[in-house]
T-cell receptor, first 117, second 111 residues
Framework: DAGVIQSPRHEVTEMGQEVTLRCKPISGHDYLFWYRQTMMRGLELLIY????????DSGMPEDRFSAKMPNASFSTLKIQPSEPRDSAVYFC???????????????FGQGTRLTVV | KQEVTQIPAALSVPEGENLVLNCSFTDSAIYNLQWFRQDPGKGLTSLLLIQSSQREQTSGRLNASLDKSSGRSTLYIAASQPGDSATYLC??????????FGTGTRLQVTL
């Protein structure tokens, strides 16, 4: 398996534009996580899914952020409209949580570096 | 709410030295603890995972320990090398199945 795949790797956009980040989890994994990383706040969990269903979106900063997982192999994180303070690296991760909870090793994608100017 | 803290925030050691990175968490109801490495501008690479029933895990020059009752974990790196320079992050998986990350330790190994 190629691991967790995120696209694009880099995104530069103007304030007010819509941004869509994409993630393909590892095949067979039933948990998918979206994180945001900044120098000031470190890694923050935005939202996570279990079997394509959003479980906890309490980390989503505001209504401008939305995430979907239409099927087990694809998820999107959308920001509309984008603002300069959204500039960060956004990571997607997946894990297998069905079998033994203690062994739910999480694997991360390479991240999308978003710059909003 | 789970809070994870890592000490020190930054560390610089000469090549060949053994070192210990610390991680503490406030809620001991965890399923596992995972140590990650992050190189500048890169993603996170999983180094070791310790299940809540385990006391330690080893991989090469790395050894991670877990004391769940006291809310502590350590990552021991033996015979450090310049290639070990990176940021090391610990994360715990709680009953909600989500990972909570620590603040990270930035390690620099000098020649």
């Amino acid at each position: 398996d190629a691991g967790v795949i995120q696209s694009p790797r880099h995104e530069v956009t103007e304030m007010g534009q819509e941004v869509t980040l994409r993630c393909k989890p590892i095949s067979g994994h039933d948990y998918l996580f979206w994180y945001r990383q900044t120098m000031m706040r470190g890694l923050e969990l935005l939202i996570y899914f279990n079997n394509n269903v959003p479980i906890d979106d309490s980390g989503m900063p505001e209504d401008r952020f939305s995430a979907k997982m239409p099927n087990a192999s694809f998820s999107t994180l959308k920001i509309q409209p984008s603002e300069p303070r959204d500039s960060a690296v956004y990571f997607c991760a997946s894990s297998l949580g069905r079998v033994i909870r203690g062994n739910t090793e999480a694997f991360f994608g390479q991240g999308t570096r978003l710059t909003v100017v | 709410k789970q809070e994870v803290t890592q000490i020190p925030a930054a560390l610089s050691v000469p090549e060949g030295e053994n070192l210990v990175l610390n991680c503490s968490f406030t809620d001991s109801a965890i399923y596992n603890l995972q140590w990650f490495r992050q190189d500048p501008g890169k993603g996170l690479t999983s180094l070791l995972l310790i299940q809540s029933s385990q006391r330690e895990q080893t991989s090469g020059r790395l050894n991670a320990s877990l004391d769940k009752s006291s809310g502590r974990s350590t990552l021991y790196i033996a015979a450090s090398q310049p290639g070990d320079s990176a940021t090391y992050l610990c994360a715990v998986t709680g009953t909600a199945s989500k990972l909570t990350f620590g603040t990270g330790t930035r390690l620099q190994v000098t020649l």
